[in-house]
């Protein structure tokens, strides 16, 4: 017989009341390693960027969005793409608007990239999206695709 081969396994959790959650999970994965050799645990700050699961709901959200809501466009109602939609929403979350004078005239608004965002940041748009969601009786479906497994968030 050979050696089970086990993939680390990263948790993580945003926010405070998450942490003992994270730790059952971590304890549990770390108890069932220690039966075959000795276990690593690391525990760290999350000043990472976004996660791979916050950035498919963000873009499940903004297709849903996109699909449903029609939204004034030089006075005119209309369906916005998502990528226009991040915009709006991370402007909201932010509760910033950055303009610019245009080249040959006009105004440009400035976007907020989310591949900057920190966990916190993207999870403040996500939060932002609900509740404009609730407001518009938004349906949401779930992203497409599976974060991988090696990354597990507490429930």
Not at 66 to 75: A, K, L, Y
Not at 79 to 102: H, I, N, Y
Request: charged share 25%.
């Amino acid at each position: 017989m050979g050696d089970v081969i086990h993939k680390p396994r990263h948790f993580w959790a945003a926010g405070n009341a998450r942490i003992r959650d994270v730790f059952k999970l971590a304890y549990l994965f770390a108890f069932e390693l220690s039966v075959d050799s000795a276990v690593e645990i690391i525990v760290r700050p999350v000043k990472s960027r976004r996660t791979l699961e916050q950035n498919a709901k963000l873009w499940a959200m903004l297709g849903d969005i996109s699909r449903q809501v029609e939204w004034p466009v030089n006075g005119v109602m209309q369906r916005l793409d998502a990528e226009d939609w991040k915009s709006l929403m991370t402007a909201a979350a932010r509760q910033e608007v950055r303009m610019a004078a245009g080249i040959d005239g006009g105004v440009v608004m400035l976007g907020v990239s989310t591949k900057r965002m920190t966990v916190r940041e993207l999870g403040d748009v996500i939060e932002c999206m609900y509740a404009f969601g609730v407001n518009k009786n938004i349906t949401w479906s779930e992203p497409k695709g599976q974060m991988p497994e090696q990354w597990e968030q507490a429930a």
